[in-house]
Each structure stands twice: as C-alpha cells, then as structure tokens.
C-alpha cells in the first residue's frame, strides 16, 4: 500500500513538472505508438515512418513531416491563432469543468481560447493553414481541412493565395489536390501538435488554468 502511495506520488509529481517540456511531449507520442503497436499486434508502417524520434524542425512545417516535429513545435508557435511571443502557448490550457467553450484567462486578465478546441480545430477545421516555402519568404495559404483524416486520404484542399517575398497576398481561392509529400509535410505535424495538447490537458496545472506551474509552457 505505502509503495503504491509513493509511487503515484513520484507519477503524479513526474508528470507535473515534466510533461511541459518539449522532450517529454515527444517522448510521449513514441511511447504511445509503442502502445499502438502493442494492442494492434503489428506495426502500421505508414505511421511507423511518421513517428520521428527528436527531430524539431526550424519553423512550422519546416520541414514537418513528423509527429515528433508538431509535439516539439506546438510550444514554438501558434499556427491556428498566431498569437505570439509571450503567448504562443497560451491555448494550452482547458478546464473542464468550465465546459467546451471556456476561456483561459492569464494573469493579464487576457483571454485565450482553450486547448480542446485548439486541438478540435486542428482535426476538423476553421483556420487558416499557412505553410511557409522553406529558403523564401513565400508562405502559401490555404483553409484548413475540415476533416484531417479525409484529407489525409484523398489530399483535397482549399487553396486561398500565397503571401509574395514582399509581403503582398496574391489571390488564388481554387480547390488543389496536394502532392502525398505536401500532404505527409503538413498532416503528420498538425497530428503531433494534436499530441501535444491532448499531452497538456494530463497535467493538472494545465486543466486548472494554472498558468504559475507551467513555467511558460
Ligand atoms: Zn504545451
């Protein structure tokens, strides 16, 4: 009994003050696809070649391509809200007992949208997806799949225009069929950030808007 108690102990404390920290949110989705694999009795080799291991690319969808990449880079920018620094992470957290639609409101006394629904419109929706050209200041824009596992199989998008190298966005609002490479560059990242957050909302300071635990992340 007593070697239960301390062992939730150093769980609940290890989960506290790691799981903010990038490393840990990537060591969790490798853990969790050896779970996968566990139950399911077979490796699934299109995801198998998506897990990554550290990798964290240099900005979003830079390259992409990993799910490892969108848990690491979930904490370097906001790709559905773009706010920014000090509050690129700022929908990262939710309490739920607030109900779907709460806010998190920081120190500041700003409000944040929360993280079920960040994570909510990165599976099904109503953003707009930018994807930056690597080596150009180019950043194509599109609207975000309404359904990112559709998306996934048939690589159907919204493609809105693109920002030019001097900062002009040049209409272009056309349905596009992407390239599988586009597709797996933009699809497994978004799924790594999904991670991310559905990581955050197990640690009690991030599901009851406990910004002071967090430490920034
Ligand atoms: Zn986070």
Redesign the pocket.
Known sequence: MKGRLVLSLILVLSVKFLA?QQSIHQYLVRTSYQLIVRQLGHDIPEMAEHIGFNETGTAQFIPGGLVVIGAHR??EEDIVFYYNTPNE?ST?FWEPDDGDGSKFKNSGGATFENAYYKASLLMYGGYELRVPYAGSQIIEVYEAPTNLMQFYKDRRIFYKGYYNSIGQFINRNYWDIVSPEFRDKVVWEILGRIC?LLG?MTVPAHVHNDEYKILN?
Request: charge should be negative; avoid cysteine; charged fraction near 50%.
């Open positions: 903010h979930e904490d992470t990262h991310h955050d992340r």
